[in-house]
């Protein structure tokens, strides 16, 4: 037994972190557990890969299988980290065609959360990469599920939280790029309403992105920098990068020393830090050419930069709201985070495309995401914006949630209790249980 | 410049895999040599993929002394660098009562290595260049109650790697000792090791790379294990014999 918990430190249980090396010792682990639920590289924010009693943790199943460099299909294990893949396929002109903010996620991971990126509004979730998947279910058998075959078992398994099974091996498609150079537009708003024009306005770009800061209020609520983003062709690039596209000049990375005090992350230094944010940002708007890293992964260059919310931990909302409600939802969702003061470093406002699978996250609309230090005034705001949420017909993302309650969840999203029922007639339940799915009644 | 292969000597273990994920990832060919190098393949396929660099498997026992000349001299080429990670702890309790299981201890962490890193040392001296690394042990620094067994087969494999250092000085070859401290891997699952004073593989596949570039004689994976065992070597043996440690 051991403390376990998710990127946010919060909650923490007691569970027993096992590693098995062979697929025979996971079908031993499966059967010989009251329920097991699969880990990956632990950046999901809350317990969504805490397993109590058992968690099985993924990282021997780490192995890449095969490459095409013709249709650039990798097959890989599930272990596999995007970041592994970039470092193994971007020099040769691939890279992954769905990335979140991060890339120290697993295969398995990023399937489990079907987590969206900077282009989902053009190229969908990260199942829309997927050729294939097997998952190893509650009887020990591995069934190779795709939209072709299994589709039932592909459907919920993306998006699935690991409550289908365990994810051995995935294909998954990777986009040809010709540089590792992103050609980056910033370009400031004024407010939300501006923010919003923007998006829409840029549906053709293919990443794009918003930094917003929470703690402006008034006629400023909502004020954005909006980052939209291309691949960069060599005819964008300078003549030394042209020359070695694939080469990113290294910088090295911070490591955040291993508690940082928490008081040091108050409400004025994140509105000191928001406001010099925004305004190097705006003088700084306009088109420059950006390393991917810094550009799809800023927070990965400050290794361990969960830790500067000090041991109490931190949670992130993050909810997603319909187009035709994201605006006055918006609003109300910024007022009432102005209003109580609290923001974080890290709000994200981002455009999603519609999706069309039956567990996944994101739908038409705008999608917010913010971290709080947890206390009691933060979780009380929390369950505040799930009812703004609610109200506009929005819905949260279990990768994200640390906190929320089984009727907050269930109000939100007449899908849980189809995908419950799903996994009792199934028997994926009591096999495959995480604590977040014993907190939400999955 | 097309870089020398580096030869992995007990490639399955944990440790012998980083080595040769770091190695390759620097565009080192390498050689795989394990028993049952065979269901080797899948960690082949995945550093070839990754790394871009050639992956060949070969079979190897290191209990086999006879084989070992026709092992060396059955390589596709004589490598530039050769690190032994063979190693067994086997079960303190059993060494104790059955000579057959303290033999094979007793084997596997000395015998076997220092039979096999001769015979590539006499190829390296030939030659004229090479480094050879071996992955010893501080249990071999004192013996104690709970793994003396393993711990003087460490024991003699560090005295072993510390002579053939001192013969091949003025050769042109290198030789590496390498002290991990406890290190996360197959052979310490279970166990409940302090996380601090723990190593993960790839931290000592680090320490072996630059080690072996600086030319380091002897390394301790964290630092903080050299001021442990200089500690525990200091205790008078009347004090030592007494403790549980
Ligand atoms: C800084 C940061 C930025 C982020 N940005 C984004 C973003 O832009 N978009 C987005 O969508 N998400 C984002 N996330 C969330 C993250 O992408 C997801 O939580 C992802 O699932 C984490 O992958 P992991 O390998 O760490 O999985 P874990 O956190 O270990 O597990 C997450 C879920 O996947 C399941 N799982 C993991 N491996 C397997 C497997 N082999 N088989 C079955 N189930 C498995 C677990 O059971 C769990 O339910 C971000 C997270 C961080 C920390
Ligand atoms: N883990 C630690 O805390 C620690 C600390 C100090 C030193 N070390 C040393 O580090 C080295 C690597 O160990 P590890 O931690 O990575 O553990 P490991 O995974 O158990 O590795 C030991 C390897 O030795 C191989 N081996 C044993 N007998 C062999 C033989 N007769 N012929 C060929 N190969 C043989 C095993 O191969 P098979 O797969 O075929 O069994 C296994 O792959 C060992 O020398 C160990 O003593 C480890």
């Known amino acids: ?187 400031p708003a004024a407010n939300l309403h501006a923010a919003i024009e923007i998006f829409e306005r840029s549906a053709a770009a293919t990443y794009s992105v918003a930094w917003i800061d929470c703690l402006a209020g008034g006629g400023r609520l909502g004020r954005s920098l909006v980052m939209l983003g291309e691949h960069a062709g060599l005819q964008d690039l300078s003549y030394d990068q042209a020359a070695r596209p694939f080469a990113i000049p290294r910088f090295g990375s911070r490591t955040v020393p291993p508690v940082f005090p928490s008081f040091a992350l108050n409400r004025f230094s994140v509105r000191a830090f928001n406001a010099a944010y925004f305004w190097t940002g705006a003088r700084k708007a306009g088109r420059q050419i950006t390393d991917f890293d810094s550009y799809f992964f800023p927070l990965d260059a400050l290794l361990g930069w969960n830790r500067i919310y000090g041991r109490k931990g931190f949670a992130q909302f993050q909810c997603v709201l319909p187009l035709d409600s994201a605006r006055p939802g918006l609003r109300a969702l910024l007022q009432a985070i102005s209003a109580a003061g609290q923001g974080s470093f890290l709000a994200v406002l981002k455009r999603l495309g519609a999706q069309d699978s ?53 109000a939100a999203d007449s899908r849980a209790a189809e995908f419950a029922g799903m996994r009792q007639l199934s028997g994926m339940h009591p096999s495959f249980q995480s604590a977040q799915s014993q907190r939400l009644s999955l | 410049m097309t870089k020398s292969p580096v030869l992995i000597l007990g490639a399955r273990s944990d440790i012998g895999m980083a080595v040769a994920h770091a ?105 004229g260049s090479g480094t050879l690394v071996g992955i010893s042990s501080v249990a071999g620094d004192r013996g104690r109650a709970t793994n003396y067994v393993y711990g003087a087969a460490k024991a003699g494999f560090t005295a072993f790697l510390s002579g053939l250092r001192n013969r091949l000085a003025r050769k042109g070859v290198h030789v590496v000792t390498v002290l991990p401290g406890f290190v996360a891997t197959q052979m310490t699952e279970g166990m409940d090791l302090p996380d601090k004073l723990t190593a993960q593989p790839e931290e000592v596949a680090r320490a072996i790379t630059e080690a072996t570039a600086k030319q380091k004689n002897i390394v301790y994976v964290r630092p903080v294990w050299r001021l442990i065992m200089l500690i525990i070597r200091s205790i008078p043996e009347a004090v030592f014999k007494k403790m549980s440690i």
């Open chain 1, 1 to 187: 037994m051991r403390r376990l918990s998710g990127w946010g430190n919060y909650p923490v249980s007691q569970a027993q972190l096992l590693a098995p090396r062979s697929e025979a010792e996971l079908q031993g682990l499966i059967a010989s557990n009251p329920s097991v639920i699969a880990r990956g590289n632990g950046r999901a924010y809350g317990d969504s890969a805490v397993g109590v009693p058992a968690t099985l943790h993924m990282r021997h199943f780490d192995k890449m299988i095969s490459f095409d460099a013709q249709t650039g299909l990798l097959v890989a294990e599930s272990g596999v980290l995007l970041g592994d893949i970039i470092s193994a396929f971007l020099p040769r002109g691939w890279f992954p065609a769905v990335v979140p903010g991060t890339k120290f996620v697993t295969l398995g991971g990023a399937i489990a959360a079907d987590v969206h990126g900077k282009n989902h509004h053009k190229d969908g979730s990260f199942r829309s990469c997927l050729d294939w998947v097997e998952v190893m279910g509650p009887d020990g058998t591995v069934r190779r599920c795709s939209p072709q075959e299994n589709t039932e078992l592909f459907n919920w398994t993306a998006g699935g939280m690991g409550l289908t099974g365990v994810i051995l091996r995935a294909a998954i498609r990777l986009r040809r790029v010709s540089s590792a150079w992103i050609r980056q537009q910033t370009i």
């Open chain 2, 23 to 127: 190695y390759a990832a620097q565009g080192h060919p390498v050689q795989l040599a394990a028993r049952n190098a065979g269901n080797l393949e899948p960690q082949k396929t995945d550093l070839e993929l990754r790394h871009g660099v050639p992956v060949s498997l070969h079979e190897f026992d290191a209990l086999a002394l006879d084989y070992h000349e026709r092992f060396a001299g059955a390589l596709p080429e004589l490598p530039g660098i050769a690190v032994c990670a063979v190693g067994f702890m086997g079960e303190q309790g059993e060494s104790e009562i059955s000579p057959a299981a303290a033999a094979r201890v007793l084997r596997s962490n000395f015998e076997g290595p220092a039979s096999i890193l001769s015979v590539l040392a006499s190829r390296f001296e030939q030659r």
């Open chain 1, 358 to 410: 039956p567990f996944s996250f994101p739908m038409e609309g705008y999608t917010l995401a913010l971290d709080f230090p947890v206390n009691r005034r933060s979780l009380q705001l929390m369950q505040d914006l799930d009812r703004i949420t609610i109200a506009h017909g929005g819905r949260f993302y279990l990768a994200k949630d640390s906190r929320m309650s089984r009727d907050t969840l269930h």
